[in-house]
């Protein structure tokens, strides 16, 4: 049998030397490549191809509000920050961002799709076809018969909901839903177009509906007793529980004197 002595130690040492070496410059040499790869003109970003249904948009003007935002190249370009870039352009629900190699960014882009105004006349607030309440400028919205929604914050999707379940319920009237509201106890309220304004009280949304149903289906009946029409309607308040209060053009019911008695105390003139 052999015996087989072990190497000295300053050959072994020299051995180790020269693994660790060649190792260092193999890392030397990967991070020499990619240095020279992530700054190479080559890999430059060349270009932002963006594609999507565009009503308040174009692919030229996108581009150019996102472009001078966008940091490094194909490379080491941040997409969540490329994706938050086109997002922050009105308009713009949502984008998804992804590399197209050699040197060009793919963007697809979501538009809001606008059902409804938001809050107040003076606000710039919109709801989309989600339930979403975003910013935009309004004079960009191209139909000017959209709803105005109004309610606690937070609760855009519940009265989109209440709205899409009252037009159709409300459409044998001929008068549009300009304006559905709730309000901070639970209480909702539609307007009708030229302004007569109906009071539907809370519950949910099975108990609103019911309630809506019946005026609707008696509102012919009750007008023409007194020699109207619906479009007569001026308010309506349905939190009654086994009716509702109804105030119609040219209907009152107070007697002559009566009437003369409160234009004398507002100090109206009353014509026969």
């Known amino acids: 049998m052999t015996d087989v002595s072990p190497a000295p130690f300053d050959v072994r040492l020299m051995n180790v030397t020269a693994a660790v070496l060649f190792a260092g410059c193999a890392v030397l040499l990967l991070a020499a490549a990619g240095w020279w790869t992530l700054r190479n003109p080559a890999f430059a970003l060349g270009g932002i191809v963006v594609e999507g249904k565009l009503s308040h948009n174009n692919a030229f003007t996108l581009r150019a509000n996102v472009a001078n935002k966008l940091e490094g190249n194909f490379f080491t370009v941040d997409l969540r920050a490329a994706r938050a870039a086109f997002e922050s352009v009105p308009w713009v629900r949502h984008a998804d961002v992804r590399r197209e190699f050699p040197n060009l960014l793919h963007v697809s882009v979501e538009e809001h799709v606008p059902v409804a105004f938001w809050g107040p006349e003076s606000g710039s607030a919109m709801v989309n076809s989600f339930g979403e309440v975003f910013e935009a400028n309004v004079a ?121 008695a409160m234009a004398k105390k507002n100090n109206v003139k009353v014509v026969d």
Not at 140 to 163: E, H, I, T
Request: no cysteine; net charge negative.
């Open 140 to 260: 960009d919205v191209d139909s000017d018969d959209l709803p105005r929604l109004s309610g606690p914050d937070g609760q855009a999707p519940a009265v989109l909901a209440m709205a899409r379940v009252l037009q159709p319920v409300l459409a044998p009237l001929d008068m549009q839903v300009t304006q559905v509201a709730l309000s901070g106890r639970g209480g909702w309220r539609v307007t009708l177009e030229d302004g007569p304004v109906i009071e539907l009280g809370g519950g949910s949304t099975e108990e609103v509906r019911a309630r809506t149903e019946r005026f609707v289906r008696t509102l012919t009946q009750v007008a023409g007793q007194y020699g109207r029409r619906p479009d007569a309607l001026v308010s309506a308040d349905l939190r009654h529980g086994d009716g509702y209060a109804l105030k119609l053009n040219g209907v009152t019911t107070m007697t002559a004197e009566q009437a003369a």
